[in-house]
């Protein structure tokens, strides 16, 4: 390894660090358990995985699991990409190195799941209702959380745009599930 590149990657560790020592002292300044925020958000990633668990329908349980992993995949990746590059955040958080943990694990992916089971269920179009969803989460649960701090938007990021993160998750994770279960159908046939 080339001595430029040691003294760069060295100073990117020891910078990490230092961002987790912040994120560690601002998490226990203005996001640890003396606050209401902190409890909202642990409502938030428990009270959609109890209704997940008296509601899904065991016969369509891998399917709708694997899908509901797949978004959740993806929503925290989006996320992590977007709190990396100062896109948005989330200023209250369970645990500082999990900053939107109650969204990506639970909520979002949570909602999307139980929207797959009742299209599924009610022969309606996924496609057609996740748009609704999307536009739901986007347009009506951001602002109520832009208001109330839960997250902040930054470098001219705006609801369309989360609207489009949405659909777009969505799509992928859809378009992965189909593809597993055309590979399990051309494998029994």
């Known amino acids: 390894m080339k001595e430029k590149q040691l003294e760069l990657l060295n100073k990117i560790r020891s910078m990490a660090e230092e961002l987790t020592q912040f994120h560690i002292e601002y998490w226990k300044s203005?996001?640890?358990?003396?606050?209401?925020?902190?409890?909202?958000?642990?409502?938030?990633?428990?009270?959609?995985?109890?209704?997940?668990?008296?509601?899904?329908?065991?016969?369509?349980?891998?399917?709708?699991?694997?899908?509901?992993?797949?978004?959740h995949i993806w929503f925290a990746y989006v996320n992590s990409i977007g709190i990396s590059l100062g896109l948005w955040e989330y200023p209250y958080q369970i645990a500082p190195f999990l900053p939107s943990f109650s969204l990506d694990a639970s909520f979002v992916p949570v909602s999307f799941m139980l929207l797959y089971q009742w299209t599924l269920n009610h022969k309606r179009n996924i496609y057609l209702y996740s748009v609704l969803l999307s536009a739901i989460f986007a347009f009506a649960l951001k602002p109520i959380m832009v208001n109330l701090h839960f997250f902040h938007m930054f470098k001219g990021v705006n609801y369309v745009h989360l609207f489009l993160f949405y659909v777009a998750l969505f799509i992928v994770s859809k378009l992965i599930t189909n593809l597993f279960l055309w590979l399990q159908q051309k494998e029994t046939q």
């Not at 008296?54 to 349980?61: A, C, E, F, R, V």
């Open 30 to 71: 203005f996001s640890d358990f003396g606050i209401w925020q902190f409890w909202v958000v642990i409502l938030m990633l428990i009270v959609p995985l109890i209704v997940l668990f008296i509601s899904i329908d065991k016969g369509k349980i891998l399917l709708l699991g694997f899908f509901g992993l797949n978004y």
